[in-house]
């Protein structure tokens, strides 16, 4: 008699409904992502660097989504496996995220330029702020999964990122580490 809502496995973000969507982003796609070019070159195009599960859900003014991100482990030359990265084309616009499975870091970064890095793991929840781009980084050896939930109108504005974001991480002596880098 009650209604069977969709669920999600927060063992690793994959959803059970009837309806999902899924979209996986390959090498190929993030063309001028990675600093290293001459690796990225290297990487068939058709190697899949994450997927995005979304449930269907209303759309409009007051709506929410719901998706998982699943981000493969792996680099490009030195540095880490990461998604494209936006600010929302509704600038103001927030989002949540909760990390799933995996490790990693949500790189943020707002209008002025400036980053800072948050870690992901299991449990962990993130404000992204209006006004913020944001970018998943899969620093571990599994898969990373984040649960995020945005307002549908969100949308999505990439170009205003094309100077990149002001920090990239990348594997340097064994460790773990964020660089600066000059933008523009
Ligand atoms: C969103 C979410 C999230 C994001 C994915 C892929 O606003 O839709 O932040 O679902 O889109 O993690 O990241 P890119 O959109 O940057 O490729
Ligand atoms: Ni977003």
């Given at each position: 008699?009650?209604?069977?809502?969709?669920?999600?496995?927060?063992?690793?973000?994959?959803?059970?409904?009837?309806?999902?969507?899924?979209?996986?982003?390959?090498?190929?796609?993030?063309?001028?992502?990675?600093?290293?070019?001459?690796?990225?070159?290297?990487?068939?195009?058709?190697?899949?660097?994450?997927?995005?599960?979304?449930?269907?859900?209303?759309?409009?003014?007051?709506?929410?989504?719901v998706?998982?991100?699943?981000?493969?482990?792996?680099?490009?030359?030195?540095?880490?496996?990461?998604?494209?990265?936006?600010?929302?084309?509704?600038?103001?616009?927030?989002?949540?995220?909760?990390?799933?499975?995996?490790?990693?870091?949500?790189?943020?970064?707002?209008?002025?330029?400036?980053?800072?890095?948050?870690?992901?793991?299991?449990?962990?929840?993130?404000?992204?702020?209006?006004?913020?781009?944001?970018?998943?980084?899969?620093?571990?050896?599994?898969?990373?999964?984040?649960?995020?939930?945005?307002?549908?109108?969100?949308?999505?504005d990439?170009?205003?990122?094309?100077?990149?974001?002001?920090?990239?991480?990348?594997?340097?002596?064994?460790?773990?580490?964020?660089k600066?880098?000059?933008?523009?």
């Open positions: 008699p009650f209604f069977m809502p969709p669920g999600v496995a927060f063992t690793n973000g994959h959803f059970t409904a009837e309806n999902i969507i899924t979209k996986v982003t390959h090498s190929g796609d993030l063309a001028g992502i990675f600093h290293d070019q001459t690796a990225w070159r290297a990487i068939p195009s058709e190697t899949p660097i994450y997927q995005v599960e979304m449930l269907s859900s209303a759309q409009g003014e007051g709506e929410l989504y998706g998982t991100t699943h981000l493969n482990p792996g680099r490009v030359g030195d540095e880490f496996y990461m998604t494209r990265g936006h600010f929302h084309q509704r600038r103001e616009q927030g989002e949540v995220y909760f990390g799933l499975r995996g490790s990693g870091l949500l790189l943020l970064q707002n209008e002025q330029g400036e980053a800072r890095l948050e870690e992901v793991s299991p449990g962990s929840v993130h404000i992204i702020p209006g006004l913020t781009a944001h970018r998943l980084i899969n620093t571990g050896t599994e898969v990373l999964s984040a649960l995020a939930v945005w307002p549908s109108i969100a949308g999505h990439y170009a205003a990122l094309a100077q990149g974001f002001a920090l990239r991480v990348v594997l340097h002596d064994g460790k773990i580490q964020a600066e880098v000059q933008n523009g």
